[in-house]
Antibody
Framework: QITLKESGPTLVKPTQTLTLTCTFS??????????VGWIRQPPGKALEWLALIYWDDDKRYSPSLKSRLTITKDTSKNQVVLTMTNMDPVDTATYYCAHVGYGCADYWGQGTLVTVSS | EIVLTQSPGTLSLSPGERATLSCRAS???????LAWYQQKPGQAPRLLIY???SRATGIPDRFSGSGSGTDFTLTISRLEPEDFAVYYC??????FGPGTKVDIK
């Protein structure tokens, strides 16, 4: 059974760096073809992909946010970490991590709401 | 950059009716990487369809996907009460559509 869970701060101040951790079980990020991605959703708005990391450490980023994002993995801990710099109120959103297979997100975490406010 | 357009924005139907949702890409895309998701309020999205037409694990067969090139369709053959939700298409790894809300008429 594949499960994922996001953790991190619920409130960050403008200009701060956000660090989110995705802790997963039921699969290994050392298995060929497997990836873990981050997707966010501002309140009442659509989904937006942020970043993705594959089993071979290949990393992909949203072109519009690439300069602010870093994604890393710790295979031994079954964790993927996303950092986003220079947070702004428009970055207020629910942040999801997801298992990626067949080019899509087939298992999702419950999401974590991050509010950016001073 | 590929842009996905979904129509209609809102679809008002009654239980038992057929729902047809459209996803159009700004340029031809690979069917292998076209997916559909369902999202209910307060919940994470759920994968329904991948590879344009393959149902994900546990998805009822009233959900079907079709299309190629720039035009893709998600069809719900007979709406059940639990199907009223927002539906997103996705192409490749970094492009979601804006969503179609299916609500109760």
């Amino acid at each position: 059974q594949i499960t994922l869970k996001e953790s991190g701060p619920t409130l960050v101040k403008p200009t701060q760096t956000l660090t989110l951790t995705c802790t997963f079980s039921g699969f290994s990020l050392s298995t060929s073809g497997v990836g873990v991605g981050w997707i966010r959703q501002p309140p009442g708005k659509a989904l937006e992909w942020l970043a993705l990391i594959y089993w071979d450490d290949d990393k992909r980023y949203s072109p519009s946010l690439k300069s602010r994002l870093t994604i890393t993995k710790d295979t031994s801990k079954n964790q993927v970490v996303l950092t986003m710099t220079n947070m702004d109120p428009v970055d207020t959103a629910t942040y999801y991590c997801a298992h990626v297979g067949y080019g899509c997100a087939d298992y999702w975490g419950q999401g974590t709401l991050v509010t950016v406010s001073s | 950059e590929i842009v996905l357009t979904q129509s209609p924005g809102t679809l008002s139907l009654s239980p038992g009716e057929r729902a047809t949702l459209s996803c159009r890409a700004s340029q031809s895309v690979s069917s292998s990487y076209l997916a559909w998701y369902q999202q209910k309020p307060g919940q994470a999205p759920r994968l329904l369809i991948y590879g344009a037409s393959s149902r994900a694990t546990g998805i009822p067969d009233r959900f079907s996907g079709s299309g190629s090139g720039t035009d893709f369709t998600l069809t719900i053959s007979r709406l059940e009460p639990e199907d009223f939700a927002v539906y997103y298409c996705q192409q490749g790894l970094f492009t979601f559509g804006p969503g179609t809300k299916v609500d109760i008429k």
